[in-house]
């Protein structure tokens, strides 16, 4: 069983930037895939970036540019740099590992809102 923990979210103006962690209860091995996804309050949860356990990144088109992930391993954490952002941006946060032999394990989730 793995625990994931994420932190960083708040409020912004737009324009602004909020980096998000997930930190996992511990040490991983054999990730699958790492990701990142945000729901919005009336829509489906949808993916913002991944990244899997080879290196290889997506990102959902509307945060190219802007978003960025990466990952630590010596702190089984992953990260989420959010620039530019926009009120559409405004969700909940939620991070996802997968694992070669287990998962998906998630994350409680974290606000971000973006608003003047």
């Known amino acids: 069983q793995v625990q994931l923990v994420e932190s960083g979210g708040g409020w912004v103006q737009p324009g602004g930037s909020l980096r998000l962690s997930c930190a996992a209860s511990?040490?991983?091995?054999?990730?699958?895939?790492m990701g990142w996804y945000r729901q919005a309050p009336g829509k489906q949860r949808e993916l913002v970036a991944s990244i899997t356990g080879n290196g290889i990144i997506n990102y959902e088109d509307s945060v190219k540019g802007r978003f960025t992930i990466s990952r630590d391993n010596a702190k089984n954490t992953v990260y989420l740099q959010m620039n530019s952002l926009k009120p559409e941006d405004t969700a909940v946060y939620y991070c996802?590992?997968?694992?070669?032999?287990?998962?998906?394990?998630w994350g409680q989730g974290t606000q971000v809102t973006v608003s003047s």
């Open positions: 996802k590992v997968v694992l070669g032999a287990g998962g998906p394990y």
């Open positions: 511990r040490t991983i091995f054999n990730i699958y895939t």
